[in-house]
T-cell receptor, first 112, second 109 residues
Framework: ETGVTQSPTHLIKTRGQQVTLRCSSQSGHNTVSWYQQALGQGPQFIFQYYREEENGRGNFPPRFSGLQFPNYSSELNVNALELDDSALYLC???????????FGPGTRLTVL | GIQVEQSPPDLILQEGANSTLRCNFSDSVNNLQWFHQNPWGQLINLFYIPSGTKQNGRLSATTVATERYSLLYISSSQTTDSGVYFCAVGDQGAQKLVFGQGTRLTINP
């Protein structure tokens, strides 16, 4: 059984660019959640996908968008990157909406 | 929304010592998890414990849901226990996890 995987590991972009981060959920998990973790802070919820539909969103602007595919893998897209978007982006998958969430290793995004 | 407070923010101990980390939350929860974040950023699941007590080796956790707190105990600390420990809760109405600010644990040899 493979765990949650994320790609890429690291990414450097410049302000104004767009970025796509990818997440493969753990086998059998139909729910994927995305979190942003700024340096020295706890992770902040961005949004959650359940069976390909968005199922809750945190306090993030619309330039943060996502997608979940039929195999339950997911993408996080961020448009018009800002310097404050520099953070560790974490993806978590779970069997159901309130079950244990298992996190991937994260993607570290740097915006210059 | 629900608030999560962890204490202490920092803890420095010698190898072999015991420690207790606390997590207070402001409302009823349907999910509570403890994580250890390693130096590379990976969040490692320690416990899923919305209520009751669980033990796993040198680690144990207790959640008293009626009093809205959870405790993580680490016994006979090892240097590999160093890192940041997070408590995260899921509130009744939303499916997200709300994280505390973490406790940074440093175990010196």
């Amino acid at each position: 059984e493979t765990g949650v995987t994320q790609s890429p590991t690291h990414l450097i972009k410049t302000r104004g660019q767009q970025v796509t981060l990818r997440c493969s959920s753990q086998s059998g998990h139909n729910t994927v959640s995305w979190y942003q973790q700024a340096l020295g802070q706890g992770p902040q919820f961005i949004f959650q996908y359940y069976r390909e539909e968005e199922n809750g969103r945190g306090n993030f602007p619309p330039r943060f968008s996502g997608l979940q595919f039929p195999n339950y893998s997911s993408e996080l897209n961020v448009n018009a990157l800002e310097l404050d978007d520099s953070a560790l982006y974490l993806c978590a998958s779970s069997l159901g909406l309130t079950d244990t969430q298992y996190f991937g290793p994260g993607t570290r995004l740097t915006v210059l | 929304g629900i608030q999560v407070e962890q204490s202490p923010p920092d803890l420095i101990l010698q190898e072999g010592a015991n420690s207790t980390l606390r997590c207070n939350f402001s409302d009823s929860v349907n999910n509570l998890q403890w994580f250890h974040q390693n130096p590379w950023g990976q969040l490692i699941n320690l416990f899923y414990i919305p209520s009751g007590t669980k033990q796993n080796g040198r680690l144990s956790a207790t959640t008293v849901a009626t009093e809205r707190y959870s405790l993580l105990y680490i016994s006979s600390s090892q240097t590999t226990d160093s890192g940041v420990y997070f408590c995260a809760v899921g509130d009744q109405g939303a499916q997200k996890l709300v994280f505390g600010q973490g406790t940074r644990l440093t175990i010196n040899p």
